[in-house]
């Protein structure tokens, strides 16, 4: 998802990367958005298409057309073909001024298109626009893949990553592990406590997941109603028991009273883990294994991992 949120006010401003062959043309133009912006600049479409695919990508481009070696149409043909940059605004600013050139520059993707001799604060104004839409369009990317209840990842935010960690650990021989976790006799907690505490309980035992993974790749998403899913890249059965068992003791250990459960006073947890060398078998075949180790979970007692 998102990078952590920095310390650095700097970079809370938005970036624009400003592409242009004459240092003249960017010098305007950076000097014009630097108060607002943080401005990066690049004088060819070569070294513009590495800093777009570069982390933190820029919020904002303006792009120059005529330049050597890669003229700006064909940097926006790529910036639009690559998965990494095709997300990001681009306005053209260049002095070819014909409605035939405004057409093509548009239809290639760009969000605008701005003719020189430019009026700065036209420039201004224009950036301004497209910057806030950007940042609108972000926050609801966001929001679409983060679960409302726990604001912890939601599934369809799960089923890419396991598509995207699949992909890498078959590129890399590296091993993936999925855990299912369904939270025990959370039927009756309802039933007895209400919804309004039943929520409560689902972000309580959501925080407690997502506290126990170690390492940045490593995602715990609400799956639905009361069960999670942990994807664990470059783990093996061996350490997706560890985390695993690290979990239900993190939930066990948070002692929720649950007076009506046929098991311990508290809510507890079951886990099924399940874990491959993709592309052995299948993603859909991993997260079915994951599941009937659950299933076994539950049957031998609850509040226990099972692989
Ligand atoms: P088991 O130990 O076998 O898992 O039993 P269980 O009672 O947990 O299983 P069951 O699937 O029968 O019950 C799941 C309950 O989870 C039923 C449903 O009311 C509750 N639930 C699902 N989603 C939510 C939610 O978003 N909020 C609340 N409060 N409850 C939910
Ligand atoms: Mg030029
Ligand atoms: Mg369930
Ligand atoms: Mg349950």
Known sequence: MSSPPSSNPEDLLPSILIVDDMPANIRVLADTLKSDYRVRVATSGTKALEIAASEPPPDLILLDVMMPEMDGYEVCRRLKGDPRTSHIPVIFVTAKDEAEEEALGLGL??????????????????????????RKTDLLESLALLDGLTHIPNRRYFDVALQREWARAAREGTPLAVVMVDVDHFKSYNDHYGHGQGDECLRRVANALRARLQRPADVAARYGGEEFVLLLPDTDTEGALVLAESCRAAVNDLRIPHAYSDGADHVTISLGVAATHPPDESANLLLARADEALYRAKSEGRNRVRA
Not at 110 to 130: C, G, M, N, Q
């Open 109 to 134: 993707g760009a969000v605008d298109y701005i003719t020189k001799p430019f009026h700065l604060p036209i420039v201004r104004a224009r950036v301004r626009t497209h910057v806030n839409l950007k």
